[in-house]
């Protein structure tokens, strides 16, 4: 166990929905990182933040939208779905400090978009 | 741009003995990081094995240890005695302070066969 919680573990929806994925980072971690792992696209990161504020951005689409919260857990909101957005969602965390380069991963979300 | 490659898509070993997976990376920075993360069919991205790029040692847990060649840009990994619980898809990473994200591979699916 990584410390890193996600819900919901699965989602099923339809194609022009919105959902929100929940991650909540390790005790005491500022930052916040999320990917997406998809069969065609391999592990790609999405977005930073830390301590509320974004940090760094990826290969994230206009569609998808992030943000942290005070209590430091974050919420990725992904709308308008289609069916290329059915993939795995990790959340991942680093704490600050020496030697504080490697995130902790979380069960991740599993999206399908139908 | 900061690019890792893993050449093997595919590999398998046999019960006790030792396997070698290979990772090549490309970046333009001197700050960087290393990692080997595991994913079992569980999806959980689990750390195997994390290499600082100005440690010329290389790192070792327990039954899994890299073979870090700077100047080749190499980072492969070892396992030693194999285990069925080794199973799973090994993805190597680099991780580059100045950008803030952690770039996959497309990852090596390891079989361990009795």
């Known amino acids: 166990d990584s410390g890193v919680t996600q819900t919901p573990k699965h989602l099923i929806t339809a194609t022009g929905q919105r959902v929100t994925l929940r991650c909540s980072p390790r005790?005491?971690?500022?930052?916040v990182y999320w990917y997406q792992q998809s069969l065609d696209q391999g592990l790609q990161f999405l977005i930073q933040?830390?301590?509320?504020?974004?940090?760094a951005k990826g290969n994230i689409l206009e569609r998808f939208s992030a943000q942290q919260f005070p209590d430091l857990h974050s919420e990725l909101n992904l709308s308008s779905l289609e069916l290329g957005d059915s993939a795995l969602y990790f959340c991942?965390?680093?704490?600050?400090?020496?030697?504080?380069?490697?995130?902790?991963f979380g069960p991740g979300t599993r999206l399908t978009v139908l | 741009a900061q690019t890792v490659t893993q050449s093997q898509p595919e590999m398998s070993v046999q019960e006790a003995e030792t396997v070698t997976l290979s990772c090549t990376y490309d970046?333009?920075?001197?700050?960087?990081?290393l990692f080997w993360y595991k994913q079992p069919p569980s999806r959980q991205m689990i750390l195997v094995i994390r290499?600082?790029?100005?440690?010329?040692q290389n790192a070792t847990e327990n039954r899994f240890s890299v073979n870090f060649q700077k100047a080749a840009k190499s980072f492969s990994l070892k396992i030693s005695d194999s285990q069925l619980g080794d199973a799973a898809m090994y993805f190597c990473?680099?991780?580059?302070?100045?950008?803030?994200?952690?770039?996959f591979g497309k990852g090596t699916k390891l079989t361990v066969n009795p």
């Open positions: 991942a965390s680093r704490p600050l400090g020496q030697g504080t380069d490697t995130q902790y």
């Open positions: 005790s005491g971690d500022l930052s």
């Open positions: 933040y830390y301590n509320g504020e974004e940090r």
């Open positions: 970046t333009s920075e001197s700050d960087y990081y």
């Open positions: 290499q600082e790029a100005y440690k010329q």
């Open positions: 990473a680099c991780f580059q302070g100045g950008s803030e994200k952690l770039v």
